[in-house]
């Protein structure tokens, strides 16, 4: 579990860049690009699990974009939450699609991470899906879309580590797992939902998220995703091109 000496370490120790290890910068300029990416795309895991929504995801899971999702996820390098908060926001305009809010007078959109496991929590020391789902709320909103991140999820019963399980082990695995949160649904009734999470391998976690928002009467437009497999974009299908100039650059350093 992280301590507070490494929140402190976090901020004022020089560290090395997360994707290419380039000394002197969290993130260089290149790998802030490579998670710009060059528009957000449709994906599609083999086999689809029932219940699946569309998905989007900002870039490839591979190289850059892998290294750094590991660093904030498994290192606890949290300032890396900010560039990924805004790959995880053009994912997210991608799947709201029609419904994305255009004035504050509309209808929240509603940002539900898919929860991950207390003792995963636990020993991380933070959850990686929900600290960027904020940072990408905070785009949004900057951008003059309302945005709201919700915690009205939450699991009903332990899942096994999914690492290491196939396809159909990993929908077995998380089947029913979840549940809302007494209150949720009077939350997820405020506006549309994308489900969000950092990494889309399989589509057992967000497919799982969907039933159990849609059985507490909320309506799913969509699910986001930061990366995801390059082997899961469906062929024939067009790659939706995120709207330029709505992501504001990472600044070197700066603490999310």
Request: net charge positive; charged share 20%; aromatic share 2%.
């Amino acid at each position: 579990m992280r301590g507070w000496w490494q929140e402190i370490a976090d901020l004022v120790l020089p560290a090395d860049c997360a994707g290419c290890g380039r000394p002197g910068v969290p993130l260089c300029d290149r790998c802030h690009g490579v998670l710009r990416g060059s528009g957000a795309r449709r994906v599609l895991p083999s086999p689809v699990p029932p219940g699946l929504p569309v998905v989007h995801a900002a870039v490839d899971y591979v190289d850059e974009a892998r290294a750094v999702l590991l660093a904030h996820k498994e290192r606890g390098a949290l300032r890396l939450a900010g560039p990924l908060g805004e790959a995880l926001a053009g994912a997210v305009r991608a799947a709201a699609g029609g419904a994305l809010p255009g004035a504050w007078e509309s209808p929240p959109l509603l940002l539900v991470p898919v929860p991950s496991a207390r003792r995963a929590v636990g020993a991380r020391g933070h959850d990686p899906a929900r600290r960027i789902a904020f940072a990408a709320a905070g785009v949004l909103r900057r951008a003059g879309c309302p945005a709201r991140v919700p915690a009205v999820l939450r699991q009903r019963r332990r899942v096994t580590d999914q690492s290491g399980l196939d396809a159909r082990q990993r929908r077995a695995n998380v089947t029913g797992a979840l549940e809302a949160v007494p209150g949720g649904g009077r939350l997820l009734v405020a506006g549309p939902v994308v489900l969000v999470d950092d990494l889309m391998t399989t589509g057992a976690s967000l497919a799982e998220a969907a039933r159990a928002v849609a059985e507490a009467g909320g309506r799913v437009v969509g699910g986001a995703v930061v990366a995801a497999p390059p082997d899961s974009a469906p062929s024939g299908l067009p790659t939706p091109s995120a709207p330029s100039g709505r992501l504001r650059p990472f600044a070197s350093g700066k603490r999310n």
